[in-house]
């Protein structure tokens, strides 16, 4: 569903990503992007100050004047976050930021994944699953980790809006809705 924040930060994050392509510097604004996205996650306070409208411009732009002496960002980088706080658009900040790495990552041919099983993984077992799935779909795919153990046994993989369930959980709804049809 397309709102007005998911499309506005699409627009947004595929300006940076098409400067970024232009100036040749995509490595490094997406570093800084990284950088500054984990900000936004790990800090609620910056947060709350970037989702509070009533933050005068002239006070976000020194906010943000503090960060790029901190982090030495590219001017490019610079110059977008100036023109987003300029626009009243730094309210989106998190949601450009991600979806510039989203952009960046497909166009690197990384595709990011969810591998949700019922017990924990080793280091190796995570590896494996990785390069046996990567290599089946032709794609350097990232995956995320996560334990459910309400799965009881079994894996569930979601790439993009595809989901595979082989989850003991799963068959067993399977056939409690096939006797409820019988």
Sequence with gaps: ???????????YALALFELAIENSEIDE??????QLLEICKKNS????FLKNPTHQ???QVKIFDEIFKIMSLKKTFKDFLRLIIIKRRIYFL???LDKFIRL???KKGKVEAIFI???NLSLDERNSV???????VNSNINFTFIIDKSLISGTKVQVGSLLIDTSVSNKLKRIKQSMIES
Excluded: C, G, Y
């Design 117 to 119: 099983s019922s017990k």
């Design 1 to 11: 569903m397309k709102t007005f924040s998911n499309e506005t930060s699409e627009r």
């Design 45 to 48: 306070d910056f947060l709350n």
């Design 29 to 34: 604004i997406e570093k800084s992007v990284s």
């Design 104 to 106: 960046s990552s497909k």
């Design 57 to 59: 411009i002239e006070v």
């Design 130 to 136: 990785s390069q046996e799935i990567s290599k089946a």
């Design 94 to 96: 998190d949601k450009i």
